[in-house]
């Protein structure tokens, strides 16, 4: 997933640590070029999100001013001094600290890095303050620089996904039935394919469900569940094209009730997350349905389009997990990066291909290791 990334942050990383490690006391011209660029890929991000006002530029106190005298290195030659069995040892040790103003110069390509890769801000600043953290005015051993750099990466980036998993299967077997999934998300995100997926899964662990053809705007969106309800032998509840989404979730779930059915999945229409008739109709569907579970599903290879359209989905109709389909087919990966810090809600699953095993549960460590951290 991370293809593109993975290459461009190895070799950021290694940027970044060897200029950090450089022996030179000459004053670095400020990369003007890279800081212009990385200003306005974040202006393209505020303009999305439309929240420029909003945006917190963070100014840690111990920036110097300008025009102030700024010892770009500091480099000490310490001697420790150890009492051991056969006397002193004495290790000779380099270490180098790091000005602000030089981590902020050098971060800038990393910073880029992320951006292009559809990382959204708010994780880009959160992974910068924590790298500032770790490497601004600390000794380092001039041999380690690459590996506290990565280090910090690694811890960073995956404290973006401290937040509560949802462990689907056991919440299903456990709460009371029938266990009602509403699926929400944009126009061809991936919600009938993903449904189609999690029904496929949801009878591999011998869990019932029946699915509500909910979408009823969309052309063919009923003849395309119906489809994946036939081949997986799964009862569909339908009504016609036009009618309300609500009445199908409720007959979708009375049909479970009195089946004795686990599982009701909640097919919806997806039009823009700004229109304000499909606003009321989710709001409808979830007042009817009382969703046990309200899951997003985002489109990975959107970015940060899929991220804010999370952030919106959320306010809106308030969602509980996420699911990222075409995970697959998505180079950057920066939407898998952020959504879940940006909207504090987990990664489901993954969706790797258009199969009906193509579901991945998700784990942080796909996104760690993927990145080669
Ligand atoms: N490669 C890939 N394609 C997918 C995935 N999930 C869905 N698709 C494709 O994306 C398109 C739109 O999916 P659909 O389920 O109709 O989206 P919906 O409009 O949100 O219901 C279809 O062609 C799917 O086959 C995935 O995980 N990987
Ligand atoms: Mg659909």
Known sequence: MFKFLKDKLKGAISKF?????????????????????VIKKKEEQIGKEGKIGETKEKKPEEEPKLGEEIEKFEEKEEVKEEKGLFGKLKEKIVTTKLSYRKFENLFSDLELTLMENNVALEAVEKIKNDLQQNLVEKPIKR???????RESLKKSIGDLFKIDKI???????????????????????????????IANMLEENKISCVLAA????????????QHHADRLGIKIIKHEYGSDPAAVAFDAIKHAKAKNIDAVLIDTAGRLHSNENLLKEMKKIIRVAKPSLKVFVGEAITGNDCVEQARRFNESVGIDGIILAKADIDEKGGAAISISYTTK?????????????????????????????
């Open 17 to 37: 640590s060897k200029k950090a490690g450089e022996e030179t006391a000459a004053e670095e011209p400020i990369k003007e070029e890279a800081k212009q660029e």
């Open 143 to 149: 041999t380690k620089i690459e590996e506290t750099v």
């Open 167 to 197: 462990n689907l299967l056991g919440k299903i077997k456990e709460e009371e039935k029938p266990f009602v999934i509403a699926f929400f998300g944009v126009n061809g995100s991936g919600k009938t394919t993903t449904i189609a997926k």
């Open 214 to 225: 909910s979408d009823t705007f969309r052309a063919a969106s009923i003849e395309q569940l």
């Open 345 to 373: 809600k987990p990664i489901m699953y993954l969706g790797i291909g258009q199969g009906y095993a193509d579901l991945k549960e998700f784990e942080p460590n796909l996104i760690v290791e993927g990145l080669g951290l």
